[in-house]
């Protein structure tokens, strides 16, 4: 059972990345996956999840209008498409993956975790 999430990179401020979230040894479509970020010196911070029931959403504040999660069961993948990027954007972000019919908020429920992937926002 894997996660590995892709994507990531170097873009200027006010551009986008779409990251990926694939996995391998197990099907997506009843699992919650969350999108969260670290950056250096801080607490990894919830970005954003999407249940495995009826696709809802949640995103948190800062990113709220700027970014869009998306899961494509066919292809057992989560996309974050993330545009209008900040400097204060920049983390490392992992994907993560919980066996739950509703969206999860809280890191300490997800059961499955991605290595990780890093963006950078600079010009």
């Known amino acids: 059972v894997q996660l590995q999430a892709s994507g990531g990179g170097l873009v200027q401020p006010g551009g986008s990345l779409r990251l990926s979230c694939a996995a391998s040894?197990?099907?997506?479509?009843?699992?919650?996956i969350g999108w969260f970020r670290q950056a250096p010196g801080k607490e990894r911070e919830g970005v954003s999840c999407?249940?495995?029931?009826?696709?809802?959403?949640y995103y948190a504040d800062s990113v709220k209008g700027r970014f869009i999660i998306s899961r494509d069961n066919a292809k057992n993948t989560v996309s974050l498409q993330m545009s209008g990027l900040k400097p204060e954007d920049a983390a490392v972000y992992f994907c993560?993956?919980?066996?739950?019919?509703?969206?999860?908020?809280?890191?300490?429920?997800?059961?499955?975790w991605g290595q990780g992937t890093q963006v950078t926002v600079s010009s």
């Open positions: 040894g197990f099907t997506l479509d009843y699992y919650a």
């Open positions: 993560a993956a919980a066996p739950r019919p509703t969206y999860v908020r809280q890191r300490y429920d997800y059961d499955y």
């Open positions: 999407i249940s495995s029931s009826d696709g809802s959403t």
